[in-house]
């Protein structure tokens, strides 16, 4: 099975908000709410920031957000602020496997 | 807290063992696995294992060359790689899995296959 789709690259000025779209299939995204997103700054290792699809784990701001439709999932991030600046990846179960997203560079301006 | 070990240059075709040492949680009760990042690259699910060792996944690309393992009494998870190639020179990282998604991860093992 393929990588799920992601933008390369994403940008916003502080206090805007930023979409990241994760395309799939009818195999992994479309079927199961088992959308997860990360958050990689340079150096560091990935950090869990939503699961199941639009869940947060405790700790992480509610500026972030996920969401999906059909066979694909979005990462909403409010009220853009510096630190935010990273690498995002999507993941989706896909039946016997988990897949990855390329990976999104957010830039903020 | 996940610690992984072992990496290093290893030539085409040779083997590695890479170990992840965990605390702070219930290990014996979890799920885990072994996932990678390409220099510049994305991250790409490698193995993963169930609590009591009793089944092993894996991605298509390393089924028959890498055999993922545990040893509960350790708090310790592994990864035996083989014939390795160019092409699975990545950072490694163990990481624990719940319900499909990998929260913690730890911080890599940099292998690198090249002769």
């Known amino acids: 099975q393929s990588a799920l789709t992601q933008p390369p690259s994403a940008s916003g000025s502080p206090g805007q908000s930023v979409t990241i779209s994760c395309t799939g299939t009818?195999?992994?995204?479309?079927?199961?709410?088992?959308v997860s997103w990360y958050q990689e700054h340079p150096g560091k290792a990935p950090k869990l920031i939503i699961f199941?699809?639009?869940k947060r784990p405790s700790g992480v701001p509610d500026r972030f957000s996920g969401s999906k439709s059909g066979n694909t999932a979005s990462l909403t991030v409010s009220g853009l602020q510096a630190e935010d600046e990273a690498d995002y990846y999507c993941?989706?179960?896909?039946?016997?496997?988990?897949?990855f997203g390329g990976g999104t560079k957010l830039t903020v301006l | 807290q996940l610690v992984e070990s072992g990496g290093g240059l290893v030539q085409p075709g040779g083997s590695l063992r890479l170990s992840c040492a965990a605390s702070?949680?219930?290990?014996?009760?979890?799920?885990m696995s072994w996932v990678r990042q390409a220099p510049g690259k994305g991250l790409e699910w490698v193995a993963k294992?169930?609590?009591?060792?009793?089944?092993?996944y894996y991605v298509d690309s390393v089924k028959g060359r890498f055999a993922i393992s545990r040893d509960n009494a350790k708090n310790s998870l592994y990864l035996q790689m083989n014939s390795l190639r160019a092409e699975d020179t990545a950072l490694y990282y163990c990481?624990?899995?719940?319900?499909?998604?990998?929260?913690?991860w730890g911080q890599g093992t940099l292998v690198t296959v090249s002769s």
């Open positions: 702070g949680f219930n290990f014996n009760n979890e799920y």
């Open positions: 294992i169930k609590p009591d060792g009793s089944q092993q």
């Open positions: 199941e699809v639009g």
């Open positions: 990481a624990r899995e719940t319900w499909w998604r990998f929260d913690p």
């Open positions: 009818s195999s992994d995204v479309g079927r199961y709410d088992f």
């Open positions: 993941s989706s179960y896909a039946g016997s496997l988990i897949l």
